[in-house]
Structures are given as C-alpha cells and as structure tokens.
C-alpha cells in the first residue's frame, strides 16, 4: 500500500509523533493507522523504558482546580525545553484533571489511572516518545473542601499553589491570594497555626536578641512581643501585606465571614 503524505499526517495529529516515524511506522504496517498507533505505543513503552534511568530535574508544577476538588502536580522532564512544550503541558493538565476524579494517593496508583481508556503510564510513554526525554510524576497533592479553590501557577511553570478557603472568593482575590504565597511562601496560614513549640522557639531567640542588645531586663517581654507581633505579619499567609498593594493585609482581601483554611506550594526552584 502506497503510504501517502494525508496518512503520515493523519498519524501524526492522532499521536503527535515525528513525521519520520509515522511515515516508518506506517510502512512497517502496511498503511493499517490502528495497528500503527499500536505499534507507535509499543515503542514508546519501550523508549520510556530505556530512558528511565535518565534525570528529570526539569519540569512544571499544575495547579489544577475543578469546583470543590484540586490537585497540585508536579510533573518532570529532563530539559527546560520540554517543560514550555505545549503537549507536555497539556499532559500535566489531563494527568491532574484525572488524579482530581479519583480517590488515589501514591503516584503508582496515579498511572494506572484510565483517560480515554488509555492508562495514565501509557500517556506519559506516548509523550515519552513525542518529546524525546524521559518523563515521570514527581509528587502529586489531592484534597477536597466544602468551600472554594483558587490556584496559581508562576509564568515559568516553576512554582505552582493551591489555596483552599472556608468560603466563595472572587476569581481575580482568589488567585491573587495564591501568587503571594507563590511569591511569599509563608510557613502558615495566620497566627493561630503556629505550633506553641515554634512560638517557644523563637521567643527563646528574640529573648537572647534582647538581652545581647542590653535591654533592661523588665522590658525585655514587652520586646518580645512586639517583636513576635512582627514574626507573625511575616510568617503568617493572611497577616502579611499584600505585595500588589501594601496599604493592605490579606486578611482585608478576604470577604466576610471566609477565610484560608490550607494551602499548598509545590516548587522546583532550587
């Protein structure tokens, strides 16, 4: 059978794979697309297998959200070349969407997930075989709330977050929330979430501050709790000022009566 230039393409948009290979592979099949789109999956199980030794420090966090549910992944590569792709990225999409339809918890549960009845690990080898590069599931993130989701992934693709609040927020306030802790990254959400050992701590330390300064010893408390005041309006997510605008705190974007209950920042940087 005569392997035509309408095949090869009409190959090449169902797989995404190279021109060469798909014109290879249809001749290997005799022109027969399904049995090329077998054997094309076939290689890449078989592509992915050999590079699955290969380092994949690269990447993109998803921050995927979807009503009441949301996930974080994080989803790896070995260039910053294949990170930008756009099909790598649309694969993070899927492969977060789907973790967000089910209750699973371990990335190896992850890939044995169904999309298109097509299972998670044979997403990634076909990509695998797209891109060129070994790919993998680093980490993923899967929570669910009674009130609202807002998420945001830095331009990069390096930093993503998701912030879950105990009510509705607007979009825009929502999302805005999400890039200070991207650019912030705060250890808690508001003082009431400290832990009382992390209090201890550093009070012990802006006591001994105090007493290095020469503070006389009957305001040395005193000290400490302004100075602990501060601690909290930098460590804590809805005490902090707002970097878009710093004549306001994140506790005065929320509306009333909601606010942070979790967040979650996941970051290849560094």
């Avoid at 809805?238 to 929320?254: N, Y």
């Amino acid at each position: 059978m005569a392997i035509t230039a309408a095949l090869v393409k009409e190959l090449r948009e169902k797989t995404g794979v190279g021109m060469m290979d798909c014109k290879k592979v249809l001749q290997e099949t005799n022109g027969d697309i399904e049995e090329a789109i077998k054997s094309l999956r076939e290689k890449g199980l078989s592509k992915a297998a050999k590079k699955s030794d290969r380092s994949t420090k690269e990447g993109r966090i998803i921050a995927f959200t979807s009503g009441t549910k949301a996930v974080l992944l994080e989803l790896n590569c070995e260039t910053d070349f294949v990170a930008s792709n756009d099909n790598f990225k649309a694969l993070g999409s899927k492969v977060a969407e789907v973790i967000s339809q089910n209750n699973v918890q371990t990335v190896d549960e992850a890939k044995d997930l169904e999309v298109d009845g097509s299972k998670v690990s044979e997403l990634i080898s076909d990509a695998v075989l797209q891109l060129g590069e070994n790919i993998n599931i680093g980490q993923f993130k899967s929570v669910s709330t009674s009130g609202s989701f807002s998420g945001y992934e830095h331009t990069n693709g390096k930093i993503g977050v998701i912030v879950e609040f105990t009510g509705a927020v607007e979009s825009e306030v929502g999302r805005d929330i999400a890039m200070q802790v991207a650019a912030m990254n705060p250890p808690y959400v508001s003082s009431d979430q400290v832990p009382d050992s992390d209090i201890q701590n550093e009070a012990d330390i802006l006591r001994k501050q105090a007493i290095s300064e020469g503070k006389p010893e009957q305001v040395v408390e005193k000290i400490i709790q302004g100075r602990l005041s501060k601690f909290y309006k930098e460590n804590c997510l809805v005490e902090q000022v707002f970097v878009k605008d710093q004549d306001k705190t994140i506790k005065q974007l929320l509306p009333e009566g909601t606010t942070v209950a979790t967040f979650d920042r996941f970051s290849l940087v560094g």
